[in-house]
């Protein structure tokens, strides 16, 4: 016993010896430059580690100091980057819930330290859901490689796939959707020739064929009634085209597109004739009431010569979840023709206060515009502004709201101008939003060697539950519940 | 007899390594290069962890880690011959614990042949080979444990670690350890075998089982292997045989062989010897694709910039696949000979040319290569990453990240650039190259020093359009009269009307090609502008362009056999094959 308590102390010693002093640094009167940038961002109090490194300047050591102004401190020293210790890490933001980490970096090179001035994390009384779940896919054209839909556990590192391409050969995955993020009533939709729409709905699976003949594609780009009765799709014939200009790639349009709503008990799929039009009504999501669908609509415009003259506008539409009737008006939220912009993705919050969409300057696939940005419509004044202390000079584009309406994740492109990456910010009570933070990785370098781009974050309030195994049967089996077209 | 015995089993595995050397460092080299450039082996730990993420990866990481050497296709050869040399002094190590029969040594190519054979095809990956060595390697140790317990335990573990270490071909080992039992160490009683053939069936059964409660695969993948071969539906039966032939040498070596005097036993091994390169070369033989190697070789040479060997194979053996004839066409191009020779080989078409967009890994990664040169950097960037997408076992392609990294470099896109560069820096033979161009993010002027480059920056589009496939001439129009310097787009706008057997296209595209300043209008030119005016009908007296003496009085030959009926079309082949007039009239 005492032998092993001797060990004990000698180990201590060899591992405190690793953690050098910082003796005498010299202050720099500036922040250090992070990457990720992490300095005064806000974050959930169970968020993972926010390990960073410094990529700007060389370095032999860098030692971090992170200190709640409530309680608890925290020292990392390494030669590379900064992985704080997850229980640590874990209860120092606890402990500190609604106030600030201090944090303070010194650098040592050719054996003389140098100190940053200090930055701040702010730790938010709000919490955050369980985690996020998002497609990852290198940005390519048509092909894709491997690629599946993972969900990540936002207060850890760990990240599990919940269906992979590598499953059945030659499928893709995407359109994933919850039910204001449960993640047992779920949508999702596999391509391929083994293809099929998955809904989850109370945990139990089925297989569906969503395109009829009445109907001008299969049902894309989900939504679910907050009541779960009912999905809103809707059906686009799509094309790719290709830029040949240096800072432009790809341009996705629909050739025609309609709005259509799927009753799940009724097995129907219905319509009003003010959603099936010759313009392009895309993107429908309902108002955390059910009683409001909203969506984009664009004129009708020949595609090569025009392109740049679709732009969408923000429309609404009534809508009765008990009959599963709608409106007999369409009322325009916010007009293309004025804003001379269009608008794709709105997604409202689950507190009816906003609505968040992409703005962009025409088309409705602006995850390849790099003018894109992120805007906030706030539904009781009905005032529209630019999330100026989210957007960036390239693409921000698809985004989530969390449960509680105080989070809300983004895909952008401002990393290296191609590579999707998620950034999450909140939102107080007052609206004021903060600086965003890119998700945490173990190693902060991972998004560099990574080739693929992070795809429709949608946050979940707990992990997914999709039996693989029995997908894959069911894919194979080729079995499928057939949705039917209702005319309104 | 033993001297005999002695050295005739080095000399025949050193010849037999030799002779697979040969074939694929001399004959086969390109489908070495082709397979070199569908991986991107990184000397990362990412890398790393990734393949040994799933069941196979050591032979994985293994087999991508010497594919890289394909590289250079002599280099990859002599891996391979040492290879298929080590598997059948493996199988020899094996076969003669058994029973030492050296009349039967020449028996123990037999597995290795069948690999060499199923190299042939060349989406058999190098994994499978590393995948049987290491089982036999575990065998190889099983030998040298004397206790029957801990054979036991070994065998068990040893299974269980195969499976992720090599992948499907696990099994091999339980099937060869109970060969040795039986043969070699005969010690156990009944309950040591009832227990190790019920540890055999649970270690065999169980991991592809419990691998598919974590990993998304189909079960047939996870029993047969991830990583042996690209294609993940390709059928399982040649590998099959591959492994199985092991314990069944092995086995043949306890078949009894009456003893004989030298003379005897030389004709023995001599017969076996002559059989086995009889069966082997036949089998190998009808395994070669020599179409593919062609088409593989064109296509190293035109990445290489080799463009006078292009022209050099064409010349020996005109090409007469769309994706051939598209690299020599690019190759006469870059050599100034496109306007005078092109109809001097085989033309199939504006496919011939700029072949069209498939969704696969091999015909974009080639066209991609005729686009940069074009100076359409976007789409051939498209191309390549298209391409690489395409990879059936989902690698990443080191060619189509440098061209990636090259594009993005050329279009001021620094970040990504960087990314790209930064893997490459992760490389063996791309490290180089990824250092100096890493020099050139953010830095202009060393990039000009590059001619190419400093070429393809002034080639690249100004005006934004949407690049259509389907109006190849109304884009390569766009790029010439963005970049009036720009010859190759104009020959290659030219080219496409002539192939196209548009006539009227080509005659308006003809005049902006007047900034280009050619001394005289090339050959190819003029014949199709005598063949527009004679088929519009008007005098030949008003012929308005100056075409040479030469090149007039074939024409008037040509049509004055050309409307004599009869067997024209023979005599027209003979002498005028190589005309524009001939491709128009008679090429479908």
């Not at chain 2, 161009?437 to 001619?451: L, S, V, Y």
């Amino acid at each position: 016993m005492k032998r092993n308590l001797v060990y004990i102390f000698l180990l201590l010693i060899i591992l405190s010896a690793c953690n050098e002093s910082v003796k005498s640094p010299v202050m720099v009167n500036a922040k250090p430059a992070l990457y990720p940038d992490y300095s005064d961002v806000t974050v959930p109090a169970s968020i993972a580690p926010l390990n960073f490194t410094i990529t700007a300047e060389k370095f032999d050591r860098i030692d971090v100091v992170v200190s709640g102004s409530k309680h608890g401190e925290l020292h990392v020293q390494s030669k590379d980057v900064i992985q704080f210790p997850q229980d640590e890490w874990k209860q120092l933001l606890s402990d500190n819930k609604g106030k600030d980490l201090k944090v303070v970096v010194s650098l040592k090179l050719d054996g003389k330290w140098k100190q940053y001035q200090p930055f701040a994390i702010h730790v938010s009384e709000y919490p955050i859901d369980y985690g996020l779940v998002y497609r990852m896919i290198a940005p390519g054209y048509e092909v894709y490689s491997k690629m599946g839909i993972y969900q990540r556990d936002l207060s850890s590192f760990d990240q599990k796939a919940i269906v992979e391409n590598t499953l059945v050969t030659g499928s893709c995955v995407n359109c994933h959707a919850f039910n204001k993020n449960n993640p047992t009533e779920m949508n999702l939709h596999i391509r391929g020739a083994n293809g099929a729409t998955m809904l989850l709905v109370n945990g139990k699976m089925e297989l569906y064929t969503t395109k009829t003949d009445s109907t001008i594609s299969s049902c894309v780009y989900p939504y679910w009634h907050p009541s779960g009765k009912y999905i809103a799709y809707s059906v686009n014939q799509t094309r790719q085209a290709f830029h040949v200009v240096r800072n432009e790639r790809i341009e996705v349009f629909d050739q025609a597109s309609d709005v259509v709503v799927y009753d799940i008990k009724t097995n129907q799929l219905t319509t009003s004739p003010l959603l099936k039009t010759a313009d392009f009504e895309t993107f429908p999501v309902f108002s955390p009431d059910g009683k409001t669908l909203y969506f984009c609509v664009s004129k009708k415009q020949d595609i090569q010569s025009n392109y740049k003259k679709i732009k969408y506008s923000l429309c609404k539409i009534a809508f009765d979840p008990a009959s599963g009737k709608f409106g007999n008006k369409i009322d325009t939220v916010i007009s293309a023709t004025k804003t001379g912009k269009s608008i794709s993705f709105p997604r409202p919050s689950f507190d009816g206060k906003y609505l968040m969409y992409t703005q962009s300057d025409y088309g409705n696939f602006s995850i390849w515009h790099r003018e894109a940005d992120l805007y906030l419509l706030d539904l009781k004044t009905g005032e529209s502004r630019p999330l100026k202390e989210v957007n960036s000079d390239n693409t921000e584009s698809f985004h989530d709201w969390s449960s509680n309406s105080h989070w809300f994740v983004f895909s952008s492109r401002r990393g290296d101008g191609l590579y999707t990456r998620l950034y999450i910010a909140s939102v107080d009570d007052k609206g004021n939003v903060s600086k965003p933070f890119l998700l945490p990785q173990k190693d902060p370098r991972f998004y560099d060697a990574s080739l693929f781009s992070y795809n429709v974050p949608e946050f979940v309030t707990a992990p997914v539950r999709v039996n693989a195994n029995e997908l894959e049967k069911g894919l194979l089996k080729k079995d499928r519940k057939k949705m039917e077209y209702v005319k309104y | 007899m033993n001297k005999v015995l002695k050295y005739s089993g080095g000399i025949l595995s050193f010849s037999f390594g030799i002779a697979v050397w040969l074939f694929f460092a001399l004959a086969y080299s390109n489908h070495l290069h082709y397979q070199e450039q569908f991986q991107m082996f990184l000397f990362t730990s990412d890398y790393w962890a990734d393949l040994m993420s799933r069941p196979g990866g050591l032979a994985d990481y293994l087999g991508t880690f010497f594919t890289q050497f394909y590289y250079h296709s002599w280099l990859g050869a002599f891996f391979i011959a040492l290879f298929l040399v080590l598997l059948q002094q493996q199988v020899s190590f094996i076969s003669s614990r058994l029973k030492d029969n050296p009349l039967l040594y020449p028996l123990t190519f037999i597995p290795s042949i069948i690999f060499w054979v199923l190299f042939c095809d060349e989406n058999y990956l190098l994994a499978s080979l590393i995948a049987v060595m290491l089982t036999l390697l575990a065998v190889q140790l099983y030998f040298y444990l004397r206790h029957p317990l801990v054979r036991i335990i070994f065998a068990a573990m040893m299974l269980l670690a195969l499976y992720w270490l090599v992948g499907g071909v696990f099994w091999i080992f339980a099937l060869i350890c109970i060969c040795v039992e039986l043969f070699f160490f005969r010690q156990f009683t009944k309950f040591q075998w009832i227990v190790l053939i019920a540890l055999f069936v649970i270690c065999i059964a169980t991991p592809p089982l419990l691998t598919k409660q974590s990993l998304q695969y189909p079960l047939s993948r996870l029993w047969w292997g991830i990583s042996y071969n690209r294609y993940s539906t390709v059928s399982p039966v040649l590998l099959l045989l591959a492994w199985i032939s092991i314990p069944l040498v092995s086995l043949m070596f306890l078949l009894p062989v009456k003893s004989m005097g030298s003379k005897s036993a030389i004709f023995w091994l001599c017969a076996e010897v002559i059989a086995l390169i009889v069966v082997g070369d036949w089998f190998v033989r009808h395994s070669v694709d020599g179409a593919k190697e062609e088409i593989m070789a064109y296509d190293y040479n035109v990445r290489m910039q080799n463009w006078d060997q292009v022209i050099a194979m064409a010349d020996r053996k005109t090409p007469d696949s769309p994706l051939s004839v598209a690299c020599l066409n690019l190759a006469l191009c870059k050599e100034g000979k496109m306007n005078d020779n092109m109809f001097h080989y085989f033309q199939n078409g504006p496919e011939g040319l700029l072949p069209s967009f498939k969704r696969d890994f091999t015909v974009p990664m080639v066209v991609s290569e005729i686009y940069y040169h074009l100076g359409f950097l976007n789409t051939s960037m498209q191309y390549d990453f298209e391409a690489m997408e395409a990879i059936p076992d989902y690698k990443k392609s080191s060619r189509a990240i440098k061209r990636m990294a090259e594009v993005n470099l050329l279009n001021g896109e620094y970040k990504v650039a960087e990314k790209y560069l930064h893997m490459l820096q992760h490389t063996l033979f791309y490290s180089s190259w990824a250092n100096e161009a890493m020099q050139c993010i953010g830095n202009e002027t060393k990039m000009d020093a590059d001619p190419e480059w400093a070429q393809l920056r002034q080639y690249r589009m100004k005006e934004d359009v949407l690049f259509s496939e389907e109006q190849k001439d109304q884009m390569l129009g766009l790029l010439f009269m963005n970049c009036k310097t720009n010859r190759m787009a104009y020959e290659y706008l030219i080219a496409y009307t002539l192939l196209n057997k548009d006539l009227n296209h080509f005659v308006q595209y003809f005049p902006i090609g007047k900034t280009l300043n050619y001394k005289e209008i090339p050959v190819h030119y003029q014949e199709a502008l005598l063949a527009f005016w004679a088929g519009s009908g008007r005098k030949m007296a008003d012929f308005p362009w100056p075409v040479s003496q030469t090149v007039g009085e074939r024409f008037n030959n040509y049509a004055r056999l050309s409307s004599s009926g009869g067997y024209a079309e023979e005599q027209i082949k003979d002498l005028y094959s190589q005309t524009y007039w001939y491709y128009l009239q008679f090429r479908k």
